[in-house]
Each structure stands twice: as structure tokens, then as C-alpha cells.
């Protein structure tokens, strides 16, 4: 399991603190660190839309009007892998078995039933 996001985020906060607490492994990659490719962002959208990688709270998405703005997703794509602080955090690849899943956002609900109910 891989865990993408930057230390300051208190929504990756939590998450490493739920997978520190649940006794479960992950590997954690700073996207302030390494940055997220053209594929990676392509790879994601295997599993949700381009406008639920984004946060709308980050000072890039604001800067940049996003709000309101209607992007196809190949424009959506390349704005977030050439600007990682517009991605929402944490997102999380995961699986079991070789399944190939994925997980955007910190929610207690939904992290004690997709990674507690294995």
C-alpha cells in the first residue's frame, strides 16, 4: 500500500495516525518531495474522475479561479501533474491479491470499512 501526500496535510495526518493505530503497513511518499507524474495522474483516473483528485482548499486551486471552472479532463490531468499542491490528499493505492484499488480523502467511516474490513 502506498500513501501519497505532504507532512502538513491534517487529513494525512490522520490517515497515518489510523494505519499507525490499525497496526497497518504502508509506504509514504511526500508529493512536496517526489513528483507526481503525467502517468501517475493517468493511472488514478482508472479509478475516479479527474475532479475528485482535486482540493478545492488548497491555495493553488484558488489561485488559480478553478472554482466553477469547466475543464475537459485532459486539461484537468495536466494541471495536476504539473501542480501537485492542487491534488486533494491523501490518496492511497491499495489491494490485495494483485486487485488494484484506490482511495482519495480521509474519512474514519470509509477507512474503517475499506481497510479494516480485509
Given at each position: 500500500m502506498k500513501l501519497y501526500g505532504i507532512k502538513t496535510c491534517p487529513s494525512v495526518k490522520k490517515a497515518k495516525e489510523f494505519?499507525?493505530?490499525?497496526d497497518i503497513n504502508y509506504?509514504?511518499?511526500d508529493i512536496d518531495k517526489e513528483k507526481i507524474t503525467q502517468d501517475k495522474?493517468?493511472?488514478w483516473l482508472?479509478?475516479?474522475e479527474a475532479k475528485n483528485l482535486f482540493n478545492p482548499r488548497s491555495k493553488a486551486?484558488?489561485?488559480l479561479n478553478l472554482k466553477g471552472t469547466n475543464l475537459n479532463t485532459k486539461t484537468k490531468t495536466k494541471l495536476l501533474w504539473e501542480n501537485n499542491s492542487l491534488?486533494?490528499?491523501p490518496l492511497i493505492e491499495h489491494g490485495l491479491?494483485?486487485?488494484e484499488k484506490f482511495h482519495v480523502g480521509y474519512d474514519l467511516n470509509?477507512?474503517?470499512e475499506v481497510f479494516l474490513s480485509i
Open positions: 494505519f499507525y493505530n490499525n509506504e509514504y511518499i495522474v493517468e493511472y482508472h479509478f475516479t486551486y484558488r489561485d491534488l486533494k490528499r491479491n494483485g486487485e470509509d477507512y474503517n
